[in-house]
């Protein structure tokens, strides 16, 4: 399948993070000099001089001060206006965040390659693609002629909790410490790492280089970790995962929590996922497909997060401890129904119970007041082409394939017959090793191959690499795509597509920078934090910067901002 994304790092300011304060393969450049803007360097002075008149420098905190547990609550695709949309039906978890906490309503992803592993990353690192490296969910790797996974390490083996486990993974392709790093290597008192979700690129960068306890169940469809954590399965979560298995679950269905009448809207035109049997058909892939793809799935997530805490004795050891959990579910059935289906109203109509059940778990055992709790989303999500052009809108698919075997075409008369362009993923268009080079010395052939790609229906914009340097950029469009862009891991060639036209074949789709993929909700809750309503522009990279300042460490390469304006001390 053509579907790779591949292999240089430059990086500059994001516009919309207001001001600023090791997974596989392809080993960071050494020594490419770092240019930033001037009005960079300046927004860099202003937020120190901020942050130092409220006593929240980094390493001013504390040790009475600092909260015993951070904990980071990933939702995967979760749109901003879900929150208006559905959050009247709320009245647990969710609605306790949103009632208690700091909402931020003008949060959005800076860059354009809106997918789970750049979210993640940037979520934990406070940095943006073009800094952390983990553009889009995987690259082209020249040296070993695949497509690679954004968490794939063949240097560790996985840690199979059952018969499975494909791939040994790890955050060694993060190009920079991430949240729990800095934790662990600053904090005294040995802080203790968990991380959880059911995408092995989600919980990953969640957990850093050094967690506890960390798992996933996307790999071979078993719940999984790899040696990067330990040399063996951590016990405790063996016993659990033995005790509670995820086949217990066949036999259950995904029962609608209103009358269907109570809805907003229908299934979609497809059928529904409710009231089937998991594994009605006796399809061991079918029930798991089934089994990720519903509400079952993250409230399992939660019980190992809630067994996590005890046995760990998170938030109770006198240092600051790290527990997260990526809620992966809401992709799986976005992906499939479309944000305006029963399914996903459904979906976070059980998450708000789910999250509620967690937060009783840690008010229990660490303390209403003892830690504090951040929401955000990797990305949000677009109604499939079809259903938007029934509607009336410009839509449809770019298929990844065609570019291919077009652009391979398009090259013949310049370089002969042969596989000139290796893939292409979601924007990112990769080239045979030493091609892009020979067309740069050929203009005419350039020219005919960019000019083939423009051609293409639902092309908005193509990009040359070298294009996406350091700005000032000439609109946001071209900002949002080099955020997104790491010179040895993203394409040569960078194909945007129009709104709401995909380059992938799922029903509903995300991964461009237009608000419906970027605007995401932004919560924080806990001590120290002022409850309300924020309109100022934020960003999901802001906050591994403000949880850093909250807890007393510094970060290495931070592009967002600490939200001074949410603090209370």
């Known amino acids: 399948m053509n579907d790779p994304e591949i292999g240089e790092r430059r990086r500059t300011r994001p516009r919309d993070c207001a001001a600023p304060s090791e997974s596989i393969v392809v080993e960071r450049p050494a020594a490419e000099p770092r240019r930033r803007r001037t009005r960079v360097a300046i927004a860099v002075l202003v937020a120190a001089i901020a942050a130092a008149s409220m006593g929240r420098l980094s390493g001013s905190v504390a040790a009475e001060e600092r909260p015993a547990l951070v904990v980071l609550i990933v939702v995967d695709q979760m749109r901003a206006d879900y929150v208006e949309r559905f959050g009247a039906g709320w009245r647990h978890g969710l609605r306790r965040l949103l009632d208690e906490g700091a909402v931020f309503t003008n949060a ?35 040296e070993r002629g695949e497509r690679v996974h954004c968490t794939n390490d063949p240097g560790v083996q996985p840690i199979r909790y059952g018969a499975r486990g494909e791939r040994g993974q790890s955050a060694r392709g993060i190009m920079v410490p991430t949240l729990a790093d800095a934790l662990v290597a600053q904090l005294p008192g040995s802080p203790r790492v968990a991380a959880f979700a059911l995408k092995g690129r989600s919980a990953i960068p969640l957990a850093g280089r050094h967690a506890d306890a960390v798992a996933w169940f996307d790999d071979g469809n078993a719940w999984t970790s790899s040696t990067a954590y330990g040399a063996a399965a951590v016990p405790f979560l063996d016993a659990f995962f033995a005790s509670h298995p995820v086949e217990d679950a066949r036999t259950r269905s995904w029962t609608r929590a209103r009358a269907p009448g109570d809805y907003l809207f229908a299934t979609n ?82 998450l708000d119970v789910t999250i509620g059940r967690l937060l009783e778990a840690l008010d229990s055992h660490v303390g209403r007041d003892r830690y504090i709790v951040a929401l955000s989303a990797d990305h949000g999500v677009a109604p ?47 080239l045979a090793k030493g091609v892009y080079e020979g067309l740069v010395d050929d203009p005419p052939a350039l020219a005919a191959a960019l000019d083939a790609i423009r051609a293409l229906p639902g092309v908005a914009r193509v990009y040359r690499g070298e294009e996406l340097g350091d700005g000032p950029y000439p609109d946001r469009l071209t900002e949002q795509v080099a955020l997104s862009y790491y010179p040895s891991r993203s394409g040569q060639i960078v194909m945007i597509p129009k709104p709401y036209w995909f380059t992938w074949t799922q029903n509903a789709d995300h991964g461009t920078g237009y608000d419906y993929d970027t605007r995401v909700p932004l919560v924080l809750a806990g001590p120290g934090i002022t409850a309300g309503r924020y309109t100022t522009p934020a960003s999901p990279a802001d906050i591994t910067p403000t949880l850093a300042a909250i807890t007393g460490v510094t970060l290495a390469d931070a592009d967002g901002r600490v939200l001074t304006e949410a603090l209370s001390r």
Not at 118 to 139: E, F, K, N, R
Not at 304 to 320: F, K, N, P
Not at 414 to 421: A, P
């Open 384 to 430: 499939g082409p079809e259903w938007m052009a029934e509607h009336g809108f410009d839509a449809g698919r770019i298929s990844r394939g065609a570019v291919v075997d077009h652009l391979n075409g398009v090259l013949v008369p310049f370089l002969g017959e042969g596989r000139h362009v290796v893939g292409v993923s979601h924007t990112e268009i990769y």
């Open 108 to 142: 959005a992803y800076p860059y354009f390659g809106t997918l789970t592993c750049a979210g993640h990353t940037t979520i934990v690192t406070g940095a943006v693609p073009a800094t952390h490296g983990m553009v889009l969910d995987g690259w082209w790797d020249y």
């Open 269 to 350: 035109g497809h059928d529904s996922a409710f009231d089937r049997p998991m594994g009605a058909n006796g399809d061991e892939a079918a029930f798991y497909t089934a089994w990720k793809a519903s509400p079952l799935a993250d409230a399992y997530l939660a019980d190992v997060a809630i067994e996590t805490l005890r046995a760990l004795d998170l938030g109770t050891r006198g240092t600051t401890d790290y527990l997260a959990v990526g809620f992966s579910a809401p992709d799986y059935i976005g992906h499939e129904y479309g944000p305006w289906s029963q399914e996903v109203e459904d979906t976070f109509l059980r």
